[in-house]
């Protein structure tokens, strides 16, 4: 066992030694929602994402792509003829496998982890703090898919976030269904550094 340990070490030590390490930065909107049987009509708030990525080679257009990222989600309501907006900014951990083509477009999928930083319901013009109505942690599944300019860092990342948790506190809100966050992204990746062969 510790020599089949050894041996994929080995292996994927070699393809990394011989394709580029890369790291960068990234940002773009948000387009949320929410779903779920207590999300009701919901509608669209628009947030902004932003964050780092360490691009891993495994092999010749496949690579692992960890980030952290800070997201602003949540989604709108029409209540009473009154737009009540529920805002929730969020850390997420996404964990990717990335299918590259040398001409730039590429696609990605992988888990997604959540951790909740702070919430708040707006409507009228005031705030209020709802952080307690939300679990701490969050877990979603990426689609991506994008295009990578060749001979530059610059790129252009198009992504949906599946939510497949219930965010919603049952012991806070005193509801028997769920919620779940769905995002969609839109945004720009500039590689700010890459190891050379």
């Known amino acids: ?102 001409a730039g477009p590429y696609f990605e999928t992988g888990p997604q982890f959540g951790f909740i930083m702070n919430a708040s319901i707006k409507a009228g013009g005031n705030s209020v703090d709802d952080k307690a109505s939300y679990k701490s942690s969050d877990f979603s599944w990426v689609f991506g898919v994008g295009y990578k300019i060749p001979q530059s860092p610059l790129g252009i990342d198009f992504r949906y976030n599946v939510g497949l948790s219930n965010i919603e506190d049952r012991d806070v809100t005193n509801l028997n269904g769920s919620i779940r966050n769905d995002v969609l992204q839109l945004g720009l990746t500039y590689v700010l550094f890459s190891s050379r062969k």
């Open 1 to 102: 066992m510790k020599k089949l340990a050894l041996l994929l070490l080995a292996g994927v030590s070699i393809a990394t030694a011989n394709a580029q390490v890369q790291f960068g930065v990234k940002a773009g909107g948000n387009f949320a929602t929410q779903t779920g049987s207590d999300a009701g009509d919901s509608k669209t708030l628009f947030g902004f994402n932003a964050g780092a990525f360490l691009r891993l080679p495994v092999q010749r257009g496949l690579s692992v792509q960890p980030e952290l990222v800070y997201s602003g989600q949540g989604a709108r309501y029409d209540v009473g003829g009154t737009t009540t907006s529920y805002h929730a900014n969020y850390l997420n951990i996404p964990i990717l496998l990335k299918f590259s083509h040398r």
